[in-house]
């Protein structure tokens, strides 16, 4: 790629060109990518940009704070959106992995599309990157951010989406974003889908058994947080296993944990995790969930795996 | 223990007690403790002993040949019963692990039972050993060999049980079994459960199914035979997750591999295989098995977990 602060100078151009005078809103996940769209739009567009945080019950543990204070802190215009039962309502009772992102992208436009006329605006800012673009082209991703690249119609939402970041990898997206100035924890964090742990829950969402895997990630994310991967998470499966609990067997939750190594996310290696920590995880997960009573370590690389579940 | 020659002497004379001059039927799974005791029973009772095996279409690759020539080689009579239509018939459309191992264990007892009426034999032998005992009664476990210890009346599937090794835990099972002069493939093999490759698939057992993990099942063993580890084995769950097979985004299934380190099956620990041998696994299954996308690895002690799965 060029150098960041040349792509950021074409980038904010080309925004200004784009956007004109008109209002945008920016949707914000928290993750790298959303973040790093929505400081390069603030640069171009300063007041005219509204950072919309939609919390739908489906973020990682303190991660609404976090993503609102750190926008607000820079300066931008945020508004943080509760739609958690809205999700959860839209989620309820669809256990199919492709539905499930069907529900919840559709969810997601909606709540989009009714701030963006709230607000009067007709353009929308989303952190596609290049991967992104790659893996819906070829069929290998259903991506909700990269509705242009597979020929559907933004306009059936009621807005126009501006992806400043669609020509960039993620290594490209982080040497942005440190240009840019935006606090390291997000420069430096982890890949997060942005389904969210909706992925991450196989079978049905249900506020329950995110709640379960929040925590799960949590240990993950505390445990592997000095090995340097690209993702590290947790995933709760609809399979229940047999286990010992207090001396009885009980018929409990299983939680796989995944370590990856990549550059990009187009491919993947599984981490070979020291076994002192890895069987750490499993303990602490066990003991600190009290419905769990598995942990497996995912051990195939992308490909054949996706890095995500689901 | 006393002395497996010991052992031996006085459960020979307690078979002979019991059984007299009257014929046996002693099920015989394939497993050590089932093997044993068939072997025991066959130096008290000779020719007065059948050994059955049942191929309920549930067993390992080449396993109901290898039995039965085991058997027969060792001049015991056998009797080889095809009821592999059977019991995927019982185990057709139950998904609950409890219910599976209800219909297996029915099956098996029905199955049994019509084996001893036309043999005309009141004592059937089975390989029940002290572990099972103890989970059973402590309510760990529902095993399908114990049923006099948790109070069900045998006699409503038409024979008595005689259970010669319920003293026994493994390892003195294995050095009896030395004693008696089985073949080291069967003395020194690994513990395989009563109900079978039924309880490696998680969810509906179908001849499908079976055929899958029965095939993942043979590559664990194959490439952890050196290890010389207590149960290593291949589970294929219900869950599916999202891979990439040739270039192609699909919904695959997910196989986790399991291999523990034990005395007794009392307690057990995840082992710490070499990475290059797991992820070497983990290439050979999801290459091998054409719709699998995805292997973990169990990295659970018992306690929390149990080591089978169901």
Same mark, same amino acid.
């Given at each position: 790629m060029v150098k960041a602060k040349e792509f950021i100078e074409t980038a904010v151009n080309e925004i200004k060109e784009t956007v004109g005078k008109n209002k945008v809103i920016s949707a914000c996940s928290g993750g790298v990518d959303s973040m790093t769209a929505t400081y390069l739009v603030h640069k171009a567009v300063g007041e005219n940009l509204i950072a919309v945080f939609i919390?739908? @019950? *489906?973020?990682? =543990?303190g991660e609404p704070e976090f993503v609102v204070q750190t926008l607000r802190k820079s300066g931008i215009n945020t508004r943080s959106i509760d739609a958690k039962k809205d999700f959860f309502q839209a989620l309820k009772g669809k256990t199919d992995a492709e539905e499930k992102r069907k529900a919840f992208r559709d969810k997601f436009y909606k709540t989009f599309g009714k701030v963006a006329k709230e607000e009067k605006v007709r353009f929308i800012v989303q952190g596609t990157i290049k991967a992104d673009v790659i893996e819906t082209v070829q069929g290998i991703k259903s991506q909700h951010n990269v509705l242009q690249q597979i020929g559907i119609n933004p306009e059936i939402y009621g807005y126009q989406i501006v992806e400043p *970041?669609? =020509? *960039?990898?993620k290594p490209g997206v982080r040497e942005v974003a440190r240009e840019l100035g935006l606090p390291k924890e997000i420069s430096e964090r982890m890949p997060f889908p942005g389904p969210a742990l909706s992925l991450r829950v196989l079978g049905e969402v249900t506020p329950e058994r995110v709640t379960i895997v929040r925590k799960a990630t949590e240990i993950v994310e505390e445990e592997t947080?000095? *090995? @340097?991967?690209f993702q590290n998470f947790a995933v709760l499966h609809n399979d229940k296993a047999t286990g010992i609990k207090n001396g009885n067997r009980v018929y409990g939750n299983i939680i796989t944990v995944r370590v990856v190594i990549s550059e990009d996310a187009v491919t993947a290696k599984a981490k070979d995790i020291k076994y002192e920590k890895l069987f750490n995880i499993a303990k602490r997960i066990t003991e600190e969930l009290p419905t769990v009573v598995r942990c497996l370590y995912d051990i195939t690389d992308k490909p054949p795996a996706t890095i995500e579940f689901e």
């Open positions: 919390d739908d @019950g *489906l973020r990682r =543990e *970041l669609k =020509e *960039l990898f947080a000095d *090995l @340097g991967t």
